[in-house]
């Protein structure tokens, strides 16, 4: 499984737009690179999937250049209730049965 | 449809005693995933049955952790002898079959397990 390497927490204000970018140097041709939230006392959230490119959905956007060998996610215009733990994934989708591996995740403040 | 559901959310135990706790999958999910995260970390895979089948349980501690996932009724992670250590909320997740262009699993609350 792929190892992922991103900032341990950042800080933003409400309206502004935040980018997190994740590390994952030996990623394998069959990874995906999925991003997950979780709230405090919640259980984690799919937020976006993506293998190359871009990906965009009503929740974020996900940037993946040519090489793969890193990947940003994108919080357009974050309130406060955006305040989380986000979660960079890296392994094969697969068919169900596709076992997470969490690593320690970015803990954005969204402050006011 | 409602989602994973987990019960109790929160249990207490004392060193020694047994922790059982319960997970009903998604409507029409036949995956269930157990995940265990200590405070300050990532999640990290413990089990993933299908019904009546344990298909990976590398995450597993050898001894004292057991899941099931019965025909009918809800999945359960059963904690043996339970030791300060395994104090932790557990997540439960679920997912289809599927063939979909996009894999994800949905989790529950979780279950917050004290030990005293």
């Known amino acids: 499984l792929a190892k992922t390497t991103q900032p341990i927490s950042m800080d933003s204000y409400e309206g502004q737009e935040v980018n997190i970018t994740c590390s994952h140097n030996?990623?394998?041709?069959?990874?995906?690179i999925t991003w997950y939230q979780q709230f405090p006392s919640q259980g984690p959230r799919f937020i976006i999937q993506g293998y190359k490119t871009k990906v965009t959905n009503e929740v974020a956007s996900l940037f993946i250049p040519a090489d793969r060998k890193s990947s940003t996610l994108s919080l357009p215009r974050v309130s406060l209730s955006d305040t989380a733990v986000y979660y960079c994934?890296?392994?094969?989708?697969?068919?169900?049965?596709?076992?997470?591996?969490f690593g320690g995740g970015t803990r954005v403040l969204v402050k006011p | 449809n409602a989602g994973v559901m987990q019960n109790p959310r929160h249990l207490v135990r004392r060193r020694g005693q047994e922790a059982r706790l319960r997970c009903s999958p998604m409507?029409?999910?036949?995956?269930v995933y157990w995940y265990r995260q200590l405070p300050e970390e990532g999640l990290k895979f413990m089990v993933y049955?299908?019904?009546?089948?344990?298909?990976?349980e590398s995450g597993m501690p050898k001894e004292r952790f057991s899941a099931e996932f019965p025909k009918e009724g809800p999945s359960i992670l059963r904690i043996q002898q339970v030791v300060r250590g395994d104090s932790a909320a557990y997540f439960c997740?679920?997912?289809?079959?599927?063939?979909?262009?996009?894999?994800?699993?949905?989790f529950g609350p979780g279950t917050r397990l004290t030990v005293t």
């Open positions: 997740a679920s997912s289809p079959d599927t063939s979909l262009p996009v894999h994800e699993q949905y």
């Open positions: 030996n990623i394998a041709t069959n990874d995906y």
């Open positions: 049955l299908q019904k009546e089948n344990i298909i990976d």
């Open positions: 994934l890296v392994g094969d989708r697969g068919a169900a049965g596709n076992k997470l591996t």
């Open positions: 409507k029409g999910h036949s995956h």
